[in-house]
């Protein structure tokens, strides 16, 4: 995790619990003079309403503008993970074992960076994926981006 994605998450993440939800997850885009800062809520038993990311938009706007932790132009985004949900822990990748996910990596791993199959788990810091009839352990540090297949039946 890049030193700009761990002071964002640190300043947003006791706000969001403090307003009692979950942060589930926050990404950082750098795009030129326009960024992108989305932070991922969640509640449970019952979800996220458009309601729930409207107060903890307005409450991490102001901690924002109080600590100006971004210099350049931003769009702040408050979303459910929804159905596809990202996954950011390793500890997120143990509770959704038995789910069909996809994963990009950083970096090639075994001569690839994609990879859809069954989450079978974690080992250590390794997420362990079985694509067809190959088990892959990757680290997690590796991982861009991962997400929950959904599954509709």
Not at 40 to 69: A, F, M, N, T
Not at 111 to 119: H, P, S
């Amino acid at each position: 995790m890049s030193s700009k994605l761990e002071e964002l998450q640190g300043l947003v993440a006791p706000v969001v619990e403090a307003l009692g939800y979950q942060c589930w997850g926050v990404e950082f885009l750098s795009q030129g003079r326009h960024s992108l800062l989305r932070i991922y809520i969640d509640k449970l038993p019952d979800g996220v309403l458009i309601e729930d990311c409207e107060i903890v938009s307005r409450q991490i706007s102001g901690v924002l503008d109080v600590e100006d932790p971004i210099s350049a132009e931003y769009t702040l985004e408050v979303s459910s993970p929804g159905m596809d949900r990202p996954l950011f822990t390793i500890e997120q990748f143990a509770s959704h074992a038995g789910e069909q996910v996809k994963i990009k990596l950083r970096s090639p791993f075994e001569g690839r960076r994609n990879f859809q199959g069954l989450l079978r788990g974690v080992e250590e810091q390794d997420v362990v994926v079985q694509v067809d009839d190959h088990e892959f352990l990757l680290p997690i540090d590796m991982i861009d981006k991962a997400n929950i297949i959904p599954r509709f039946d």
